[in-house]
């Protein structure tokens, strides 16, 4: 290349990066102005003085909505009837679950090849008396005999009690139960450890002095050690108030082990046991970290787990009092900030740099990581299409006008479109008259370029016939009937693609009305079984269950309607399976990169509208009915250990009838 050709090309990726920073700054112009009118308006003191009256106007508006959507998801009548259906589960998840006599009994004489020493560690400082009393008998009463219970007390003089009842426990324990007065408290990180330099076991379980155990949670995580060769064992967790482990607050249903979801949300938190040799010489709990002490240790000794494994069953009572993490993160604020340190921490030791952690609107503790971009890789989207100029239109025009992301290319795989509205629009946008009979045509600046397919509309083979021509070194699938939203929605998705361990990554897409159309997908969801959308035709604004719509996580599959995923990964497990021709192919696809072993990630930071089936219908009834019911029949057969075993991502305790984390009845 000659010297001028170098100074052209220089100019030319110069004009491009003060393009691209000239949308920038003014949208940060425009933020900022919009900002300082909305702060103007906050400050006016009829604003001020006319909130109690705006607060009963939005009210009525809202019960307008919800009874105008009464049958739907929002409506006031679902949100009745989820309620009516949590109360009515809420029974067998409390005392109801706990063994009968001789079920306790069975499980008491049960003997497994291993038989592990488990030594729980509850630091004490000035408990109450009525919680350090049920806490010692919910351990007492376990059925899985081979534990030992380490007492550390920080307590004062005031609590004397503590240690009385601490000792009269031990005393009537055979020995199971250690208790040691310390001289000074050392916090819970200090108190811990001390807890730990008591315990001879070969794991170690982690216990709150005011909370309660499952009798049965001994011997469910044995069990699993036993069958699974577990290191480290999770289960689910309620919070209860009143003494009454009955009077439950927030029944936490958990996914299986998902580090991204960790990363984010200490989603794991109670009942944490672990082998022993986990800590590898290190501390259990780091006082740097305290008021996260947990979030810590368990993203340092789940990345030293060979097996994590989720016990799905309720068996932790969190009780929820005033002064406990449990009643409102408020009543420890310095935990925000010690969860953000656990976790840069962590994400350096992974070798992440120059990452953003922030608090989102669910809650301090859950954050949104922001990583570095690494270089500036081609993206290729990839985008199906016949006719419909307009949807095409509306679809090509956010991604040119709003995407801060430039290094892409469009390809546009034409499938026997018929009006001259879009051949006309194809001639627009190459800059040259489109030639039906020609396979591929790019615009003069090779942004773009029409791809002719000439078969029937197959979704699978033409999106891998426009793979073939993708020069990107990403693949981003995406439907002609979106809409961009957010401006930075391809950095959004390529800061997870680009990791070694993931495989897809898709984003958060909306129907026209701002409900959710896409959040995730679970295989086995649905009528037909195969698999369907979480939180659908919820509000935009809605947090998720436990505020899942808040933070980036881990999900078995994401839809191809935007589904971004290295070119090699793309090549290397076949592209979209031609057996599923319509639907289902982005869910196989899905399953095949986790296949080898790799992570799905749905973000809720990239967001579009999806004005789905605009393309071509529903699949409700006749031959389209015909087809999608021939297609799952297959996705069954060809997933069928998959299915059987159950979504990793999504409890078991949830219905597979309903989207919204309904719990089975």
Request: glycine share 6%; charged share 30%.
């Amino acid at each position: 290349m000659k010297e001028e050709d170098y100074r052209e090309a220089y100019q030319q990726e110069h004009l491009k990066c003060a393009d691209l920073a000239a949308r920038v700054a003014d949208l940060e112009a425009k933020n900022e102005e919009l900002e300082w009118k909305l702060n103007r308006i906050k400050k006016n003191p009829l604003w001020k003085a006319s909130r109690p009256l705006r607060s009963w106007v939005h009210w009525i508006i809202r019960q307008k909505d919800r009874i105008s959507n009464c049958g739907g998801p929002r409506g006031i009548l679902h949100k009745i009837d989820y309620k009516k259906r949590e109360r009515a589960a809420m029974g067998q998840f409390g005392t109801e679950s706990f063994p009968s006599p001789e079920q306790a009994a069975a499980e008491r004489a049960a003997r497994f090849p291993r038989m592990p020493k488990i030594s729980i560690l509850v630091p004490l400082w000035n408990n109450q008396r009525e919680f350090q009393i049920e806490m010692l008998d919910s351990v007492m009463n376990q059925t899985y005999g081979n534990w030992e219970l380490c007492l550390a007390d920080g307590s004062d003089g005031d609590h004397a009690c503590i240690g009385e009842i601490s000792m009269q426990y031990a005393e009537k324990s055979g020995g199971r139960v250690v208790y040691r007065k310390l001289e000074k408290n050392g916090g819970i990180a200090g108190n811990t450890n001390a807890c730990l330099a008591m315990a001879t076991g070969e794991y170690i379980g982690l216990l709150d002095q005011d909370d309660i155990l499952h009798p049965s949670v001994l011997y469910e995580y044995v069990k699993a050690i036993n069958e699974q060769d577990a290191d480290y064992l999770y289960c689910d967790e309620t919070t209860f108030k009143s003494g009454n482990i009955n009077h439950m607050l927030t029944m936490h249903f958990k996914p299986d082990y998902s580090p991204d979801n960790l990363r984010a949300n200490n989603y794991i938190c109670h009942f944490s046991v672990f082998a022993r040799k986990l800590l590898d010489g290190s501390e259990l709990f780091r006082p740097k970290f305290d008021g996260s002490q947990d979030h810590d240790m368990i993203l340092r000794l789940t990345d030293n787990a060979k097996k994590v494994v989720h016990v799905p069953r309720l068996m932790y009572y969190w009780r929820s009092h005033a002064g406990s993490v449990a009643s409102g993160i408020d009543a420890k604020p310095y935990a925000v900030e010690a969860a953000k340190g656990a976790v840069a921490e962590h994400l350096r030791k992974h070798g992440f740099e120059h990452f953003k952690i922030e608090s989102t609107r669910a809650f301090e503790t859950i954050f949104r990581i922001r990583y570095q971009i690494i270089g500036t890789p081609e993206i290729s989207i990839v985008i199906a299409n016949k006719d419909h100029v307009e949807d095409l239109r509306r679809c090509l025009g956010s991604i040119l006008e709003k995407s801060t992301y430039d290094k892409y290319e469009i390809i546009l795989v034409e499938n026997n479109s018929a009006t001259r509205e879009i051949r006309d629009y194809y001639t627009e946008l190459l800059g040259f008259p489109y030639e039906e009979n020609k396979e591929i045509q790019r615009s003069r600046d090779g942004k773009i370029a029409v791809v002719a397919f000439r078969g029937e509309f197959h979704y699978s083979a033409i999106n891998n016939l426009g793979v073939k021509y993708a020069a990107g070194e990403y693949i981003l699938l995406l439907n002609n009937d979106t809409e961009v939203i957010t401006v930075n929605w391809m950095e959004e998705l390529l800061m997870y693609a680009q990791r070694e361990d993931v495989g897809a990554v898709g984003a958060k897409l909306y129907y026209g009305d701002k409900t959710i159309q896409h959040a995730g997908v679970v295989i086995g969801l649905g009528a037909h079984r195969t698999a369907g959308h979480t939180h659908y035709k919820q509000h935009r604004q809605n947090l998720g269950y436990m505020g899942r719509l808040c933070y980036a996580q881990n999900v078995t599959a994401v839809t191809g309607a935007c589904l971004l995923v290295k070119k090699r990964l793309y090549e290397e497990v076949g592209g979209l399976d031609e057996d599923f021709a319509v639907s289902l192919n982005d869910v196989d696809f899905c399953l095949k990169l986790r296949q080898r072993g790799l992570l799905n990630v749905f973000t809720p930071f990239a967001e579009l509208f999806h004005y789905e089936s605009i393309s071509r219908g529903l699949d409700d009834n006749g031959e389209k009915a015909d087809r999608y019911n021939r297609e799952s029949e297959k996705f069954r057969r060809k997933w069928k250990a998959e299915l059987e075993a159950g979504d990793p991502y999504y409890n078991p305790n949830f219905s597979l009838d309903r989207s919204d984390y309904s719990l089975k009845v």
